[in-house]
């Protein structure tokens, strides 16, 4: 079956850390993958996206995503984090990557950050 | 330019009764598409609309219903509340000749009680 997975719900990292969050995906073909940052009472603030062309994608915030097709992953990763960086990340995918069901986005269940001081 | 907009914030609604949710996209934007998520989950896709008309649905039933303006905003209408229909609601918009970037409003929590 179609699907996105995120295999850690939660996450706990002290400031100034490495992160990575986990994403695979299970589709007959690549699709077009973002990640998304959702705060509490906040609605989803894209990071990054990737559609095709170079497998490393810098996106806002200071985070950076790899696409590996033989691993159908696409892992967020953040050289250090900050206090701030603390909400649920979503990764998401467009199946059809951009064709017919454009914008019609399949999300993980999310991963809760927690940053320790 | 003023990002997507949602309303209300938040909702309570009793098993039974009927809910519309509103949704002004971003300046710009004629796509709209509709979010359930529940507490715990992803958001889950109801539906999208584009110029007005219907473009694609999620696994969700007819009693999930919406509407696009001329303007572009739309509106979420949900008949006959059940207790599983209580989630944050999210709307998102986008441009079909953009970047197929979506942008997400802040949410409309609705608890049915």
């Known amino acids: 079956a179609q699907s996105v997975t995120q295999p850690d719900i939660h996450i706990t990292v002290s400031e100034g850390a490495s992160l990575e969050l986990r994403c695979n995906y299970s589709?007959?073909?690549?699709?077009?993958l973002f990640w998304y940052v959702q705060s509490p009472g906040q609605g989803l603030q894209l990071l990054l996206k990737?559609?095709?062309?170079?497998?490393l994608v810098q996106g806002i915030k200071g985070f950076e995503a790899e696409f590996k097709r033989s691993q159908s992953s696409f892992n967020l990763r953040k050289p250090s984090v900050h206090w701030s960086d603390a909400a649920e990340y979503f990764c998401?995918?467009?199946?059809?990557?951009?064709?017919?069901?454009?914008?019609?986005?399949?999300f993980g269940q999310g991963t809760i950050l927690t940053v320790h001081p | 330019e003023t990002g997507v907009t949602q309303s209300p914030t938040h909702l309570i609604k009793t098993r039974g009764q009927q809910v519309t949710l509103r949704c002004s996209s971003q300046?710009?934007?004629?796509?709209v598409s509709w979010y359930q998520q529940a507490l715990g989950q992803g958001p889950q896709f109801i539906f999208q609309?584009?110029?007005?008309?219907?473009?694609g649905r999620g696994n969700f039933p007819p009693r999930f219903s919406g509407l696009q303006f001329p303007n572009y905003s739309s509106e979420l209408n949900v008949n006959a509340l059940e207790l599983d229909d209580s989630a944050l609601y999210l709307c998102?918009?986008?441009?079909?000749?953009?970047?197929?970037?979506?942008?997400f409003g802040p949410g409309t929590r609705l608890t049915v009680l």
């Open positions: 300046s710009g934007h004629n796509t």
């Open positions: 998401a995918v467009d199946p059809s990557a951009g064709g017919t069901s454009y914008g019609k986005l399949t």
């Open positions: 609309y584009y110029r007005e008309e219907e473009n």
């Open positions: 589709y007959g073909a690549t699709p077009y």
């Open positions: 990737y559609f095709s062309g170079d497998t």
């Open positions: 998102a918009s986008s441009s079909s000749t953009g970047s197929n970037e979506q942008f």
